[in-house]
C-alpha cells in the first residue's frame, strides 16, 4: 500500500541538530497524516510529533514542543523532522508513519526506524 523509506539519523553533539526525512511511495501522500515516534532501549515507544495532510494542523510532544519542527512537501512526497538543540535524552529510534481512515477502517503504515545518538 505505502513504503515509507526513512533517512538522515546519526550522531550529534548536545546542542546540536539533525533533520530527519520520511519518503513514501504507492499512493497519494496527501490522503495521509504523518506523524514521528521514538523509542529509546528497555522503553514504550511515545509520540514525538504529527501533521494532518495538507500540513494545516500539527502536533507536538511537551518534550519536544519548541526544539522540533514537523513539515511535509507533498509534491515529493516526502515528510520531515528537524530537531533543533538536541538533548541526551532524545536519543533513541526514530519511526515515521502516516495514516487515513476510510470508512471504519484504519490504515496505518511505518518506517523501518533510524538511530538518533545525542553525545554530552
Known amino acids: 500500500q505505502v513504503q515509507l523509506v526513512e533517512s538522515g539519523g546519526g550522531l550529534v553533539q548536545a546542542g546540536g541538530s539533525l533533520r530527519l526525512s520520511c519518503a513514501a511511495s504507492g499512493r497519494t501522500f496527501s490522503n495521509y497524516a504523518m506523524g514521528w515516534f521514538r523509542q529509546a532501549p528497555g522503553k514504550e515507544r511515545e509520540f514525538v510529533a504529527d501533521?494532518?495532510?495538507?500540513?494545516?494542523?500539527?502536533n507536538y510532544a511537551g518534550s519536544v514542543k519548541g526544539r522540533f519542527t514537523i513539515s511535509r512537501d507533498n509534491a515529493k512526497n516526502t515528510g520531515y523532522l528537524q530537531m533543533n538543540s538536541l538533548k541526551p535524552e532524545d536519543k533513541a529510534i526514530y519511526y515515521c508513519?502516516?495514516?487515513?481512515?476510510?470508512?471504519?477502517?484504519?490504515?496505518?503504515?511505518w518506517s523501518q526506524g533510524t538511530q538518533v545518538t545525542v553525545s554530552s
Open positions: 501533521i494532518s495532510g495538507y500540513g494545516g494542523t500539527t
Open positions: 508513519e502516516a495514516n487515513r481512515r476510510y470508512g471504519l477502517d484504519l490504515y496505518d503504515y
